[in-house]
């Protein structure tokens, strides 16, 4: 039997699919730079045998122009300066700046409003999934990915192991969902999910999104929230208690406090609380 022989390109991207996963580098991630990089060779032919910064440049340009938004346009940026340095080992510096990005607010949802949606969810694992997400501040990938061995309930937190970037850290159990919780898990195994699909496995990203959404579309709710707004709700609910901006920081899983920080923008309940000198 003949085997086809790989392609120099091809080896170029095993390399830099192999340098990923020894990076620990989700899987997401790894996704998209492999698709960066592809359209990347497909724009510049040449782009295996000299790293041209004009070219470079050339190829953001025709992303823009073909709809790819600063965040899109700056994955590329980085996928590109990996590939270089990993699978070319070429230490040659990319001295592009990135695509600044537009400052917006988060979109957060009112404490009201997200009794709203608890409200119209009728199956009690689906409740109890969105009612986490929030209660805990967990990312969607967080709480699908979330197994029983990390629910401490003696301690009253959960350990999340697979958070942003592959960093691990705590939070909180809320107290309305503590015996809840407890029951749910009972009689499931220390590696079991625990929010299980009905065929068996982890619960899937997008029905974890339609839940949400079918709920929100029940509520009457306008806004363009998603999934990750219970993890804004979160944060700004717990600045707004007057929870020291540190320990949001420690429950969110954020690196640097200026990531945190956009959470303490003037929201109308502040306005309202603030008295007037007059």
Same mark, same amino acid.
């Given at each position: ?11 170029? &991207? ?7 996963? #020894? ?21 510049? %032919? ?13 190829? &953001? ?27 070319? =080992? ?26 709203? #949606?608890? %409200? ?16 805990? /501040? ?5 709480? #699908? ?17 697979? /958070? ?22 009972? =009689? ?14 982890? &619960? ?9 959404? =079918? ?21 700004? +609910? ?15 899983? +954020? %690196? ?23």
């Amino acid at each position: 039997m003949f085997v086809k022989q790989m392609t120099v390109k091809q080896k170029l &991207l095993l390399r830099m699919e192999r340098e990923m996963i #020894i990076k620990n580098y989700s899987s997401r991630t790894q996704k998209t730079y492999m698709y960066c990089i592809e359209k990347y060779l497909e724009f510049d %032919s040449e782009a295996v045998r000299r790293c041209s910064l004009d070219k470079i440049r050339e190829f &953001l340009v025709y992303r823009q122009e073909n709809g790819a938004g600063p965040v899109m346009r700056n994955l590329h940026l980085c996928a590109i300066k990996f590939f270089y340095r990993t699978a070319l =080992n070429r230490r040659k510096a990319i001295q592009i700046p990135y695509a600044k990005r537009p400052k917006s607010t988060p979109i957060t949802l009112r404490r009201e409003e997200i009794l709203q #949606i608890l %409200s119209h969810i009728n199956n009690y694992k689906h409740k109890l999934l969105i009612a986490l997400a929030y209660g805990a /501040g967990l990312r969607l990938s967080e709480v #699908i990915n979330l197994q029983v061995r990390d629910v401490q309930l003696c301690d009253r937190t959960i350990i999340v192991r697979r /958070g942003k970037g592959a960093k691990r850290r705590y939070t909180i159990i809320p107290d309305k969902l503590w015996w809840k919780l407890r029951l749910y898990v009972k =009689n499931k195994e220390a590696h079991n999910y625990v929010f299980e699909s009905n065929r068996g496995g982890k &619960l899937h990203s997008r029905t974890a999104q339609k839940i949400f959404k =079918n709920a929100l579309k029940k509520a009457g709710i306008e806004k363009e929230a998603t999934f990750h707004s219970l993890r804004h709700s979160f944060a700004t +609910h717990l600045v707004d208690n007057g929870t020291n901006l540190r320990y949001v920081q420690e429950l969110l899983g +954020h %690196s640097n406090i200026r990531t945190t920080q956009i959470y303490t923008h003037v929201g109308k309940c502040a306005v309202r609380a603030v008295k007037s000198p007059l």
